[in-house]
């Protein structure tokens, strides 16, 4: 049982019996302690569901209060929803920090983790006492922050971050340092990413990229739109992969740049996978490497296993035998291509993605399901494809309407879809 100790009086001890002195009322008599007048005057005192004592004091006049403190702290021991008041003294960066060093610990994740933490969290929340997210008040605040920085970043990106505090609010509350998750709040709006379809090149766009590539990186066009490959995994495609009598490309690798080094790593989210292999992609490998033969390049290893190390037979390289990094690739091979041919260069629709997109659609009008492409792409999830790709899909109201007029015969002949009378 917890109780509230007097710091001002105490009961007064008859120095020769040592019992308690009595009033009239037969109540022992208080005398002041050496501490009156000093300091708080309640303390109180309880234990924790770990048998480990608390305390809390409270002034002088605020007896009343302290009373009410103690049976919510007994009560909350009792009833298991106990948290330690002193649990949330803690800065939330410092919690954040020591939470995310426990979660994943691939470099290009950490990377990206560490980047959204430095410019959107830690100079607004970083210095913040976890104690001081027990309302949504302070959600709201760094929200508004984030959308009226003098260069703000994408409600889609704010999506990210704030998914990202949440989730460590969310191993606050697991750890009993905070009680509930502020933004959780229904008052708390989370930013909304906007929706973007994809819109997949037209065929003549991407000739008229792929002619204007140099001729020791037009694998580029091949292998992005023959084989729905991911800039990464153009890098590090290696002929070796390659399944001639079964015409199938197994792909296991990516280059990644993580802090400026070139690293070889498994392919987005550690899913390996097979691709089948177009006879007219095979035969612009062959006729391309008649004049680039492969190169052999070792680059560290970039997974968190024994393996230090990994050596490739690298399809496509610079002149010198080696590797750009995606940046640089990006800025003096890939951009340049578009001046070059004559087009404008969109930022987000005109990166190495759109050729993965042109062979996403490419498949799916030719009726490969959703299944196999999300194989064939690699994704977390067929959910995922579904949600990327939904609008390119062919679409079943003609074969529908067709069945209807068979059931119910038209008196007229019927006019195809979206043609005026």
């Known amino acids: 049982m917890g109780h509230i100790q007097d710091r001002w009086f105490r009961d007064q001890v008859d120095p020769v019996t040592g019992d308690l002195v009595l009033n009239k009322k037969n109540k022992p008599v208080q005398e002041r302690t050496e501490l009156y007048g000093k300091g708080l005057r309640y303390k109180v005192r309880y234990l924790d569901p770990d048998k480990v004592e608390r305390s809390k004091s ?128 229904k008052s708390i ?119 230090e190390f990994d050596t490739v037979t690298v399809l496509m390289t610079n002149k010198v035998g080696g590797l750009y990094t995606r940046q640089a690739f990006n800025n003096v091979i890939w951009r340049p291509t578009f001046k070059r041919a004559g087009l404008s260069y969109e930022d987000r629709e005109d990166g190495m993605h759109a050729m993965r997109h042109l062979f996403a659609s490419a498949m799916l009008e030719r009726g490969v399901s959703l299944k196999e492409l999300a194989a064939f792409l690699g994704h977390s999830s067929e959910a995922f494809t579904l949600k990327t790709y939904t609008h390119l899909m062919p679409s079943s109201h003609d074969r529908a309407r067709a069945a209807i007029d068979d059931l119910i015969k038209p008196r007229r002949k019927p006019q195809a879809a979206g043609e005026t009378a």
């Open 189 to 307: 709006k989370a930013p909304v990413p906007v929706a973007r379809k994809v819109t997949p090149w037209k065929e003549s766009r991407r000739h008229r990229v792929e002619l204007a590539l140099p001729a020791r990186f037009k694998p580029c066009a091949t292998l992005g739109t023959g084989l729905g490959l991911r800039q990464g995994e153009i890098f590090a495609f290696s002929p070796d992969n390659i399944d001639r009598d079964r015409m199938e490309y197994r792909c296991t690798r990516q280059m990644v740049t993580v802090n400026g080094v070139r690293k070889f790593k498994l392919p987005k989210g550690h899913k390996t996978r097979v691709i089948p292999l177009g006879y007219g992609v095979l035969d612009e490998i062959d006729a391309y490497m008649e004049t680039y033969p492969p190169v052999e390049i070792t680059l560290p290893w970039g997974e968190q296993d024994a393996k």
């Open 58 to 185: 409270f002034p002088d006049g605020k007896l009343t209060e302290a009373q009410k403190y103690l049976t919510k702290m007994e009560n909350a021991v009792y009833d298991g929803t106990y948290a330690d008041p002193k649990a949330g003294e803690v800065q939330f960066g410092k919690y954040a920090w020591e939470v995310l060093a426990g979660r994943s610990r691939d470099e290009s994740t950490v990377a990206s983790v560490k980047d959204r933490m430095d410019s959107q969290v830690i100079p607004f929340l970083g210095r913040k006492l976890l104690r001081s997210f027990t309302t949504p008040e302070l959600i709201r605040k760094w929200l508004a922050w984030m959308a009226e920085q003098d260069n703000p970043v994408s409600v889609n990106y704010q999506r990210q971050v704030f998914d990202l505090v949440s989730s460590i609010l969310d191993a606050a509350v697991a750890d009993g340092k905070i009680k509930k998750n502020p933004c959780r709040d």
